[in-house]
């Protein structure tokens, strides 16, 4: 979802401190790690787990804010490991 949105709309995201558009990514791992959309913990990595796997967001963008790097907007938002990324709400059938 991540490419094929890009370069609009970008994949849209929510957490406990706003929406985010992930503009680029990578996914790492295989396998199960948490439930899908929990920040979690990859080789040193802060990623967001999936149902298969997780994905590293490269590039990232809050609400209202310019695009930046994935540990820039890790460092302001101060999530810490177990916040969740849900689909906004407008996005749900």
């Not at 979802?1 to 992930?22: D, E, F, H, K, Q």
């Not at 439930?35 to 963008?61: C, F, K, N, T, Y």
Request: with cysteine; aromatic share 6%; glycine share 12%.
């Amino acid at each position: 979802m991540i490419r094929g949105c890009n370069p609009w709309p970008g994949a849209l995201t929510t957490s406990g401190v706003g929406r985010l558009t992930i503009w680029r990514a990578t996914v790492v791992g295989s396998g199960h790690l948490n439930p899908p959309g929990m920040l979690g913990h990859h080789e040193g990595r802060v990623v967001i787990s999936a149902a298969d796997g997780a994905v590293l967001p490269i590039e990232v963008q809050p609400e209202n804010k310019r695009r930046m790097p994935w540990a820039e907007y890790l460092r302001g938002a101060r999530l810490a490991a177990g916040a969740r990324f849900l689909r906004p709400a407008f996005l749900e059938p």
